[in-house]
T-cell receptor, first 111, second 118 residues
Framework: AQSVTQLGSHVSVSEGALVLLRCNYS??????LFWYVQYPNQGLQLLLK??????LVKGINGFEAEFKKSETSFHLTKPSAHMSDAAEYFC?????????FGKGTRLHILP | EAGVTQFPSHSVIEKGQTVTLRCDPI?????LYWYRRVMGKEIKFLLH????????ESGMPNNRFLAERTGGTYSTLKVQPAELEDSGVYFC????????????????FGAGTRLSVL
């Protein structure tokens, strides 16, 4: 079975600073990978997905993620954090008809 | 276009009672999924409908949980009788493309139902 590990249940960055949320996956075959975000009182929203095309994937709201097979990683980055980025972020991998999620990382933006 | 909607947003019940959660998928989406997040844990898959048929129910925790999707439109998830460990957030998702077409299969999630069993 596949699994996803997100390093850090809480991450704090200053407004304007780089956002880096780490994700490692375990998969014996090239996976489909996702980042979802949940803003307060809202549903899970797809930020971006990797489906074996370009290794650098651009998503919404200025986020991007790079698929690194050698490191089995799919870290999420944003060059400059904004207060509106405060939310919980989930890394996930597809397995058949289901999505396997990591435990989530709550991103705090410091003024 | 309306997204995936779930009712109620929050439910508080006592142990032993019955609760029914409802999910309305995006119109035209044949695939409907239920997930659950127990506090402090990952969001975990419960089951998958294709139209009115259960495609995969491998994640259902036990026989106290019953999911239905009559007519292939909205779905309900009933917990009877509820136990303390059933507390958590229940998410519903839907997708349009065939689940086997993984490159195109984007699951759209609702806001979830927070279930508290006291």
């Amino acid at each position: 079975a596949q699994s996803v590990t997100q390093l850090g249940s809480h991450v704090s960055v200053s407004e304007g600073a780089l956002v880096l949320l780490r994700c490692n996956y375990s998969s014996s075959v090239p996976p489909y990978l996702f980042w979802y975000v949940q803003y307060p009182n809202q549903g899970l929203q797809l930020l971006l997905k990797y489906t074996s095309a370009a290794t650098l994937v651009k998503g919404i709201n200025g986020f991007e993620a790079e698929f690194k097979k050698s490191e089995t990683s799919f870290h999420l980055t944003k060059p400059s954090a904004h207060m509106s980025d405060a939310a919980e972020y989930f890394c996930a991998v597809s397995e058949g008809d289901k999505i396997i999620f990591g435990k989530g990382t709550r991103l705090h933006i410091l003024p | 276009e309306a997204g995936v909607t779930q009712f109620p947003s929050h439910s508080v019940i006592e142990k032993g009672q019955t609760v029914t959660l409802r999910c309305d998928p995006i119109s035209g989406h044949d695939n409907l999924y239920w997930y659950r997040r127990v506090m402090g844990k990952e969001i975990k898959f419960l089951l998958h409908f294709v139209k009115e048929s259960k495609q995969d129910e491998s994640g259902m925790p036990n026989n106290r949980f019953l999911a239905e999707r009559t007519g292939g439109t909205y779905s309900t998830l009933k917990v009877q009788p509820a136990e303390l460990e059933d507390s958590g957030v229940y998410f519903c998702a839907s997708s349009q493309e065939a689940w086997r077409d993984l490159a195109k299969n984007i699951q759209y999630f609702g806001a979830g139902t927070r279930l508290s069993v006291l």
